[in-house]
Nanobody, 118 residues
Framework: VQLQASGGGLVQAGGSLRLACSIS????????MGWYRQAPGKQRELVAA??????NYTDSVKGRFTISKDNAKNTVFLQMNSLKPEDTAVYYC??????????????WGQGTQLTVSS
C-alpha cells in the first residue's frame, strides 16, 4: 500500500487547513489510518487515528482537529482548525494492521509540512 500526503502549507494562527492522504494499492489488511507529526527536535507523535471502532486524538488537538475517511476515494483527511504555532511540524499519514493482538506498520506517507505563524 502506498500513501501520498498533501495539503500542508503556511497558515496564520487561528486559521484552518485540511490535509489529505491518498491511499493506493491493496487496502487489504489496513485496520487503522492515522496522522502523525514531528516537530524539529521532537519525537514523532500520533495526532489522530481512525478505525472501525472510531477515532481518537492526542489531547493537544482535541476539539480542533477532525480525522475522517472517504472510502469511495480511498482518502483520509485531517481537518485542522484553530491552528496554533505549536502545531508546526511535518505531518505523516500512516496505515496500520492489527494481528496477533498487536499493531504493525503497513506504510508511511512522505510527509507534508505545516507551518503556523503567530
Amino acid at each position: 500500500v502506498q500513501l501520498q500526503a498533501s495539503g500542508g502549507g503556511l497558515v496564520q494562527a487561528g486559521g484552518s487547513l485540511r490535509l489529505a492522504c491518498s491511499i493506493s494499492g491493496s487496502t487489504v489488511g489496513i485496520n487503522a489510518m492515522g496522522w502523525y507529526r514531528q516537530a524539529p527536535g521532537k519525537q514523532r507523535e500520533l495526532v489522530a487515528a481512525i478505525s472501525s471502532t472510531g477515532t481518537n486524538y492526542t489531547d493537544s488537538v482535541k476539539g480542533r482537529f477532525t480525522i475522517s475517511k472517504d472510502n469511495a476515494k480511498n482518502t483520509v483527511f485531517l481537518q485542522m482548525n484553530s491552528l496554533k504555532p505549536e502545531d508546526t511540524a511535518v505531518y505523516y499519514c500512516h496505515a496500520a494492521t492489527f494481528r496477533d493482538k498487536a499493531w504493525y506498520d503497513l506504510s508511511w506517507g512522505q510527509g507534508t509540512q505545516l507551518t503556523v505563524s503567530s
